[in-house]
């Protein structure tokens, strides 16, 4: 399985953006697709995440309210969209893929993608 994350960029504060996360060489079909961010210094805390047969979504706080997760099963692809951006959700964002029913905790994840930076400016 190969998790490919990509979108993020510089924004200023109160701007948007949309991550990618395509995925190949695996099933998606009962798998849960998360969105992780990391800041320097800081674990590595739950965004938000989709249950790929359904397309039920489930979010964590750090961007409860102003973002939203949806897939594309055509495109094999998860998107994250995140609006009101504050400097505060500067990160670098990782996709992950797992077949565990437990959306929240990095470790029910199997897999990984590189991560993609994202830098929300004052």
């Known amino acids: 399985v190969q998790l490919q994350a990509s979108g993020g960029g510089l924004v200023q504060a109160g701007g948007s953006l949309r991550l990618s996360c395509a995925a190949s060489?695996?099933?998606?079909?009962?798998?849960?697709m998360g969105w992780f961010r990391q800041a320097p210094g800081r674990e590595r805390e739950f965004v938000a995440a989709?249950?790929?047969?359904?397309?039920?979504?489930f979010y964590g706080d750090s961007l409860k309210g102003r973002c939203a997760i949806s897939r594309d099963n055509a495109k094999r692809t998860v998107y994250l969209q995140m609006n009101s951006l504050r400097p505060e959700d500067t990160a670098v964002y990782y996709c992950a893929a797992g077949y565990m029913d437990i959306l929240t905790e990095k470790s029910a994840y199997d897999y990984w993608g590189q991560g993609t930076q994202v830098t929300v400016s004052s």
């Open positions: 060489g695996g099933t998606f079909g009962d798998s849960v």
């Open positions: 989709i249950r790929w047969a359904s397309g039920s979504p």
